[in-house]
């Protein structure tokens, strides 16, 4: 069983930089492809980017490469979400997940931290 709990999210102007954290409790996180989501106000939930579980491989999707870097430290079972250039079509929840089951979708979820871009 894993526990998600994301942070950081706030209010910031366009252009502006948000690093997202991600804290999880167990000890199998180290095992665990991690992901961040995201849901815009009347909108499906999307992915963002994921690292796989060495660290070593990550993948953002289209509308945030060059922005956005996903990172984690296993040593201190957090995963991170590093923002920059954002932009008000950002604005959104953003989510952490984690143990990717191999068809796109994640065994475990946090609760969301709202991100608010204004322009």
């Known amino acids: 069983q894993v526990q998600l709990v994301e942070s950081g999210g706030g209010l910031?102007?366009?252009?502006?930089?948000?690093?997202?954290?991600?804290?999880?409790?167990?000890?199998?996180?180290?095992?665990?492809?991690?992901?961040?989501?995201?849901?815009a106000p009347g909108k499906a939930r999307e992915f963002v980017a994921d690292i796989n579980w060495r660290g070593g491989s990550?993948?953002?999707?289209?509308?945030?490469k060059?922005?956005?870097?996903?990172?984690?430290?296993?040593?201190k079972n957090m995963v991170y979400l590093q923002m920059n250039s954002l932009k008000p079509e950002d604005t959104a929840v953003y989510y952490c997940a984690a143990d990717n089951l191999g068809d796109g979708s994640y065994?475990?979820?946090?609760?969301?931290?709202?991100?608010?871009?204004s322009s």
């Open 58 to 64: 990550t993948y953002n999707a289209e509308s945030v």
């Open 12 to 39: 910031v102007q366009a252009g502006g930089s948000l690093r997202l954290s991600c804290a999880a409790s167990g000890r199998t996180f180290s095992y665990y492809d991690m992901g961040w989501f995201r849901q």
């Open 107 to 117: 065994r475990y979820w946090g609760h969301g931290t709202q991100v608010t871009v």
């Open 66 to 75: 060059g922005r956005f870097t996903i990172s984690r430290d296993n040593a």
